[in-house]
């Protein structure tokens, strides 16, 4: 789970004089944000052809560069190429293990897969 250490520090009524610093910890989510849009469609209809899935996947909290989705596929749908179609993030795919890592600031993601 991503880390990320914050300093604390009180000022004066004038803005400039410090009063105090400290409280310099690592903090982490526990609870993750909600994800109010997941949208998986395909592009093409017709009953056992090769297709590319289009993904969306919107967020309340924005996600940072180095914060990882895990999706797995059911073992009937094989991945044929080893990475996503996005700008904003790159994969790994091992089987049908797919690891989504951010490359960019966002709460909206939108990516495609063969």
């Known amino acids: ?3 990320s250490s914050f300093m604390v520090t009180t000022y004066d009524t004038d803005g400039l004089s410090t009063i105090d610093t400290g409280f310099n910890v690592n903090t982490a989510m526990t609870i993750a944000g909600s994800i109010t ?7 093409n209809q017709t009953n056992g052809a090769t297709t590319t899935y289009m993904f969306k996947l919107e967020s309340e909290v924005v996600m940072m560069p180095g914060d990882q989705l895990f ?7 094989t ?3 080893s990475e996503c179609k996005s700008d904003l993030l790159v994969c790994f ?3 049908n293990n797919v690891k989504i890592t951010l490359t960019e600031i966002s709460n909206s993601l939108e ?4």
């Open 71 to 77: 999706f797995t596929f059911p073992k009937e749908i």
């Open 79 to 81: 991945l044929k190429d």
């Open 111 to 114: 990516w495609s897969m063969s």
């Open 93 to 95: 795919v091992s089987g």
């Open 1 to 3: 789970m991503p880390t």
């Open 37 to 43: 849009t997941f949208q998986v469609t395909n592009l």
